[in-house]
């Protein structure tokens, strides 16, 4: 007997991430009995949101923090009280040439994009071609983001129906270090392009593996439109709307019940046993979705990876995640963008081509890199209500810094030390184009400590059970099959690319295809697969 009114259920979720609550959402609402079992205290799993600094009235999206791969159709399908604010400005990169600050700015408008191309190289040479490139990607992004809520098509279908040779030369066959290069010359620009083939990847331009190409078509095809947008009211907003409507449709959600074991023979109802505090229970399940990673699932189901995952690589997280509250926000050396802009959207740091180069060349030898990339956002300036009246009023921001090349390994000997190292060298490439030391600006919570937090790898691992700290899970696939819909055997084939070797099992976690980023994605095709769709 379960300690839930009934011995069996539907749909039993392992996870209540956000994936795990988009399943749940659906599939209550069908008319179908559905139980999620959580381990943590709390629902959301990365994407939440949280107080970091003792005393203070801030509340951050702590781990995940943008949103562009929510399709709007799950929003409207599940009534979710959720909205995003666009950014007005994408990106502000500070560089100094001659000896002077300067700094590309994208966004506020054409006329002023255009003419900080010009500034930065000499004509508007570059500007052209960034226009042709992102009118590229922005009519790919318009043909293959209706796809990834829709049943997991074969590659030729996917390139038939992008229906451009060139496009899908460059995204999907040929590194995209030579479209990059092909197409830009100046190495400021080249290295703008590239950092959406690096988050969470850690990859060079010319990986032979194309997972930098995997990496940047999700970053550039979001809502068909590629744009990067706020959550209101943090990210905590969307996981707290998903769990409100999960229940609201039926779905129990018991947190503090960590799942344990999966027994199944494929056929009948699964057996799901699990651990509370008080010891362990376990519930019978028609169907178990599991919202984590492949390697969870397969130890879950008590199996022995197959040969071929064995001899892969184990998953490698590969950034640097800071978390700050700032009283204000920092002058800039470049006094002709204004700093609510420049960090409004996305402020990158020691990105230029070549020190993207430099940096994943010394972090893949081993060492950390000696000028850490890095990009910055500041939440609070496109939406202050994560903060407390009074915080507002005074004029406090956060800042949410991700840093690239910064995989794992580095941090294995000594996680803490290679932790404060990368911090200070990153924050130094930070304070080189800034008037003022970044630290006179911090916040202090209240027991007078600096209002900063820095996350490797490892303590994501640690903290999120993400394998190795890789914040997809594992690298992100292609968002088609190689025609084989027959099922695979960690949620990689099947009709809808959630489906495993068990016809009762399904992966809708990140690991899953079309997974990786706060999508809900996998979680609505596991449900349109139990449903039959």
């Not at 054409?110 to 190289?121: D, K, N």
């Not at 590229?136 to 293959?144: C, F, L, N, S």
């Not at 932790?419 to 304070?431: F, P």
């Not at 809808?496 to 999508?519: P, Y």
Request: glycine letters at 12%.
């Amino acid at each position: 007997m379960t300690t839930f009114g009934r011995d069996v259920y539907d749909d039993v979720i392992v996870g209540g991430g956000h994936n795990g609550l988009v399943a749940a959402a659906y599939l209550a609402r069908a008319g179908r009995s559905v139980l999620v079992l959580e381990r943590l205290g709390t629902t959301g799993g990365a994407a939440i949101s949280s107080r970091p600094f003792v005393g203070v009235d801030a509340r951050l999206s702590r781990y995940s923090y943008l949103v562009s791969l929510l399709p709007a159709k799950i929003v409207r399908d599940l009534d979710l009280r959720f909205a995003v604010r666009r950014r007005t400005v994408s990106s502000y990169t500070p560089t100094e040439r001659d000896g002077r600050p300067g700094g590309l700015l994208v966004g506020g408008g054409e006329q002023r994009t255009r003419e900080s191309f010009a500034r930065l190289t000499g004509s508007e040479r570059e500007y052209e071609s960034w226009r042709a490139f992102y009118g590229t990607t922005g009519r790919v992004a318009e043909k293959v983001f209706p796809t990834l809520t829709e049943p997991l098509p074969t590659r030729a279908e996917l390139r038939a129906r992008i229906d451009d040779e060139a496009a899908w030369r460059m995204l999907f066959e040929e590194p995209l270090g030579q479209a990059v290069e092909r197409h830009f010359a100046d190495d400021l620009v080249r290295g703008v392009v590239l950092t959406d083939g690096l988050i969470g990847t850690f990859a060079d331009a010319h990986d032979p593996s194309l997972a930098q190409n995997r990496c940047f078509l999700y970053h550039v095809i979001g809502g068909g439109t590629g744009d990067w947008d706020v959550p209101v009211g943090g990210m905590g907003a969307l996981t707290d709307a998903l769990a409100e409507a999960a229940r609201a449709a039926g779905a129990q959600i018991a947190t503090g019940h960590e799942v344990l074991r999966i027994d199944t023979d494929g056929t009948g109802p699964a057996e799901v046993v699990f651990r509370t505090a008080t010891g362990e229970g376990r519930v019978v399940a028609r169907t178990v979705l599991v919202n984590a990673s492949p390697q969870a699932l397969t130890a879950l189901l008590g199996e022995t990876p197959p040969e071929s995952a064995a001899r892969a690589a184990a998953p490698e997280g590969a950034q640097l995640k800071v978390n700050m509250l700032l009283r204000r926000l920092p002058r800039l050396r470049d006094t002709a963008v204004d700093p609510r802009e420049a960090f409004g959207g996305t402020f990158h740091i020691a990105e230029g081509y070549a020190e993207l180069a430099r940096a994943y060349a010394e972090a893949a030898s081993g060492e950390l890199p000696s000028v850490p990339p890095s990009e910055i956002y500041c939440h609070s300036l496109t939406d202050p209500t994560i903060l407390g009246p009074e915080l507002v009023e005074q004029g406090y921001q956060t800042l949410t810094l991700f840093g690239l090349h910064a995989p794992a390994r580095l941090f294995a000997h000594d996680n803490q030390q290679s932790r404060e190292v990368l911090l200070t060298a990153t924050l130094a490439q930070l304070d080189a184009h800034l008037a003022e030391p970044l630290t006179d600006c911090l916040a202090f919570d209240a027991d007078d400590r600096p209002c900063i937090e820095a996350k490797t790898p490892l303590d994501l691992e640690r903290e999120l059970r993400l394998p190795g700290g890789h914040i997809f899970h594992r690298d992100l696939s292609w968002p088609y099959s190689d025609g084989d819909r027959d099922g695979g055997g960690d949620g990689g084939g099947g009709r809808w690319g959630v489906e495993t070797a068990h016809r009762n099992v399904l992966l809708c976690g990140a690991g899953a295809v079309r997974g990786g980023g706060v999508s809900g994605v996998p979680g609505h095709n596991a449900a349109m697969a139990v449903l039959g769709h």
